[in-house]
Every structure is written in C-alpha cells, then in structure tokens.
C-alpha cells in the first residue's frame, strides 16, 4: 500500500494531457514531461523520508525487544518517543527537500519542462513530510508489537483518498481541477492527512491495556521527551539514516547516469526520442518497487520476529525465524520474476498508456530485473531481519562499501564508454544486487548480529 501511492501517482501524470492543466491547453509535449518529471520524484520521495524512515526502523527494533521480553511499558514509552521523533524527523526532511529542489532537480539533468513540473511538486509534496513521518513510526511499532492489520488498513485509507483527491484535483471542475503535478502532489498530502487521522485514532487509549498481549496504544503521558529513551532509538536510528542517506545519493548519482544516457540515446535517435530513456527508468523503478513487495513484508516479519526472540533471549530462534522468512520470500519472489518476465508489456501499459520507444525501452530494462528477483529477496531479508535486532552499524558499513564499488566506480565509467545503454546500467545494478546478497548472507551465518545492543 505504501508503494501504491507512488504507482498510482505516475499512471495519472502518465495518462494527463495539456487539457488537465490550466494554461497549457494544445500542447503535445507535456505528457512525455510529465512522464520524465516522475524519474527524479521517486528519489526526492525516498530522500524525503530518510530520517523518518530511520526512526521507525530504531522504534521497531527497540518495541520489538520490550515485547519479546513482555515489558509493557517499556513498549508504550519507545512507542511515544517514537512518535515524537517521528514528527520532527518528518519536519526535517520535508524541510530540505524544500529548500534542496532546485539543486536536486538540476542534478537530475532533465528537460527544462520536466524540472518545472517536479519543482511545482516537491513544493508541494514536502508538506506531506511530517505526516508520512507519523504513520511510518507508528505504523513500525504497531508491527514490531505483531499487529500488521491497523497499519494495513490506514495504508489502504491513504491510498484511497491519494486517488481520489489526485484524480478530482486533475481532471475536475475547475476551480478543484486543472492543477497538474500540482494536484497530483495536493491529493498525496491529503491522503497522508487521512491516514494520520485513522491511526491515532485506532491508537488511542482504550480500556486498561496493559497487559503485552493487548493491542499497542498510544499514551498522552508518554509523548514528554525521554532523553534516555530516545537516544537508544537513535543510536540505531542514526547508522541507518548514514546509510540511507549514502544510498539515496549514490541512487542519484546514478540517475545522472542514466541521463547521460538517455542524451546519447536521443543524440542518435533524434530529437522525438529526448526523455524516452530517462521516462521508461522512471516506470521500471516503479515497477521494481513493486515487484520487491514480498520480500519487503517478509523481510519486515524477519525484523520483527528477530527482535523479540532476541529480547525474549532466544538467538537460535531469531535464526530459524529470519531463514525461514528467507526461503519463503526467494520462492516468492523467483516467481514474481518469472510473472514479470512474461507480462512486462502489460505490466508497462498500466503505467504509460504508449505503444512507442518508451514502452520498448522499459520492457526490455524488466526482463533484465526479473532475473534479480532471488537476489532481492536475499538481500532485503538479510539487512532488515539485522536492523531488527539492531545492528545498523554493520548493515550501514557493508552497503556503504559495496554500493561506491560497483554504483559509482563501474557504473561511471560504463556510462561515458562507447556502447553504453540502459540496459547495460540495469545489469551493473543487478550484479551490486549479487555482491550484496552475497556478503549478507555470510554476515548472517556469521551471527554477530545476535549480539548487538539496543
């Protein structure tokens, strides 16, 4: 649900023509920018979120050791502090977005109409910041604690309304109408809006509560400032954030590639062909978050289940959790491979309503990542059981290390080489995949991550 929001966002820009936005009435080329703003957006979403994204991974790794050791109130407390942490990682993230736009739009390197849209929409979208910073952590604990169906069911409540007000602030009357990207942007705030509203409604305090088999709650006297308690949430937080941070910057160096890319593609094939390389990485990206689905929620499981049999002091148990959850994603996940191997044209045309070099391109750039499937579902099973348990450090350093060797010290080169396509930037990708499962999977058979401190 969380990756829909994004998916539905990139079929209504895809799908929108001049007559959607107001003043651009007879203009054939916004739809091909529009299609090309959304390649950067999915970037400056997920560096939107990084910090937030970091205290939620904190909050579930220190709410799932206080449930696997029964400690209710510890539970309660890190639930608060995160929540609050939650709000002012939100703040600063949306802030430096904010202020950020125009030299992130210009690393970008996309066509002066593309950078217009996507300036007009992080300006917009970055409000949306300390809301997705919300739901992320209180969404995480709730998870950690092993309920999985309230966050679930908000998620389905921020797409539902995402949908709506994106399709009523585009294709409306005027004056709710017309707006664009912008209204594309409008509708995703309102549908986190929502989504905070349901979650700390469902929260909140019912009844006693107190015993850890209760659902969570969210208690107003836990919501004052712990200096203690948030920073144990911190220090796991903290190597996370580095290496989020070092990965979202090292994913947009990388999309300067493709672009570069994309210029030499357009150099030989025309002019009618600028923005079809960077458009169809835009749709693959969003395809692929897509596809990685169950290895996401069985590596959220794997997180989960390792923290409370780490706190319930049972490290053999923590094991045999996260290898089972790793078999049953690599079958899942193989055959979401094989699925996206046989239907990319479709799975494209949901996306671009096209039948030109994009969808071609696009295509192509999916069957080449629906080999890596497997590798997938290793690596984020592997790094997300360890950052249940708390050992971001180690999950930090070894990605850190392997993404400069391979992203940027292969990838670059490549780039500026004579024969280099898209193509070829996808299988460097997949072989960073095949280095990271690799190494990850000695870590975890090495066990050192059993023993980290939270």
């Not at 290390?401 to 996808?426: C, D, F, K, Q």
Request: glycine share 10%; with cysteine; aromatic share 10%.
């Amino acid at each position: 649900m969380g990756t829909v929001v994004s998916f539905v966002d990139m079929m209504i820009a895809s799908r929108m023509t001049a007559e959607d936005i107001t003043g651009y009435s007879g203009d054939p080329n916004v739809s091909s920018a529009m299609i090309e703003m959304m390649g950067p957006i999915i970037y400056v979403i997920w560096m939107m979120m990084i910090l937030q994204g970091s205290i939620a991974t904190g909050a579930q790794a220190l709410v799932a050791r206080a449930n696997g050791g029964k400690d209710r109130e510890l539970a309660e407390r890190a639930f608060g502090q995160s929540v609050l942490l939650g709000i002012f990682s939100g703040m600063i993230g949306g802030g430096v977005i904010w202020l950020l736009r125009d030299q992130i739009i210009e690393l970008s390197d996309i066509t002066p109409r593309a950078a217009m849209f996507a300036e007009n929409y992080i300006k917009i979208v970055a409000f949306s910041a300390p809301l997705s910073g919300v739901l992320f952590v209180v969404n995480s604990c709730l998870r950690a604690s092993g309920d999985t169906l309230r966050p679930f069911i908000a998620m389905c409540l921020v797409n539902l309304v995402n949908v709506i007000a994106s399709l009523i602030f585009v294709h409306g009357p005027a004056p709710l109408g017309g707006h664009g990207e912008a209204g594309i942007a409008g509708g995703t705030v309102v549908g986190w809006l929502a989504g905070v509203i349901v979650i700390l409604w469902v929260v909140r305090v019912k009844g006693k509560n107190t015993s850890i088999d209760d659902p969570m709650v969210l208690r107003w006297r836990y919501l004052i400032f712990e200096k203690v308690l948030a920073w144990r949430i911190s220090r796991v937080a903290l190597p996370n954030a580095i290496e989020v941070i070092g990965m979202c910057s090292i994913h947009s160096i990388g999309f300067y590639f493709v672009a570069q890319v994309g210029k030499k593609y357009a150099e030989k094939m025309g002019a009618a062909s600028e923005g079809v390389i960077v458009g169809a990485h835009a749709v693959a990206v969003r395809i692929e978050s897509f596809s990685f689905m169950p290895g996401f929620a069985l590596g959220m499981a794997a997180a989960t289940l390792a923290g409370q049999y780490l706190g319930a002091e049972s490290p053999e148990m923590a094991k045999r959790a996260v290898r089972f959850c790793w078999g049953v994603a690599l079958v899942t996940m193989s055959f979401a491979g094989v699925v996206m191997y046989i239907f990319a044209e479709p799975l494209v045309k949901l996306l671009i309503d096209t039948d030109g070099e994009q969808l071609e391109v696009a295509v192509g750039i999916i069957r080449i990542f629906a080999f890596a499937q497997p590798l997938f579902a290793t690596t984020m099973v592997m790094k997300m059981s360890m950052r249940g348990a708390g050992d971001t450090a180690t999950v930090m350093f070894s990605a850190f290390v392997i993404m400069i060797t391979v992203r940027i010290l292969l990838l670059g080169p490549y780039t500026y080489s004579e024969g280099a396509s898209i193509n070829g930037v996808w299988m460097i990708m997949s072989l960073d995949l095949l280095v990271q499962a690799t190494v990850f999977t000695i870590l975890h058979y090495r066990g050192k991550w059993t023993k980290a401190k939270v």
